[in-house]
Nanobody
Framework: QVQLVESGGGLVQAGGSLRLSCAAS????????MGWFRQAPGKQREPVAA????????YYARSVAGRFTISRDNAKNTVYLQMNSLKPEDTAVYSC?????????????????WGQGTQVTVSA
């Protein structure tokens, strides 16, 4: 059973940057594709970025492409989401997810493992 814990959220001004981390315990992230999702108040959860295993293919939602970067450090059992040029509309709870199937972490279905989420608030 893989447990995922996110960190790095907070309050930032528009144009600023944050780096989210997703650390795994209870198992290794090797073999898992990883994704970041977000849910804003009153909106549906949406996929933001994903990275595959083993060849590190990446996916980005159109709204974040060019501003966000997903990466993984398998030695540290951690996945990151670097968020630059943040906008107020990026405000949401960000959650990481893991699944053996890449298509699930790109939003095709519900991934198997989820973290509890971290709040990101971008002020205008």
């Amino acid at each position: 059973q893989v447990q995922l814990v996110e960190s790095g959220g907070g309050l930032v001004q528009a144009g600023g940057s944050l780096r989210l981390s997703c650390a795994a315990s209870g198992g290794t992230l090797s073999s898992y594709s990883m994704g970041w999702f977000r849910q804003a108040p009153g909106k549906q959860r949406e996929p933001v970025a994903a990275i595959s295993w083993p060849n590190d293919l990446t996916y980005y939602a159109r709204s974040v492409a060019g501003r966000f970067t997903i990466s993984r450090d398998n030695a540290k059992n951690t996945v990151y989401l670097q968020m630059n040029s943040l906008k107020p509309e990026d405000t949401a709870v960000y959650s990481c997810a893991a699944d053996l199937r890449y298509w699930k972490v790109t939003g095709g279905d519900n991934p198997e493992y989820w973290g509890q989420g971290t709040q990101v608030t971008v002020s205008a």
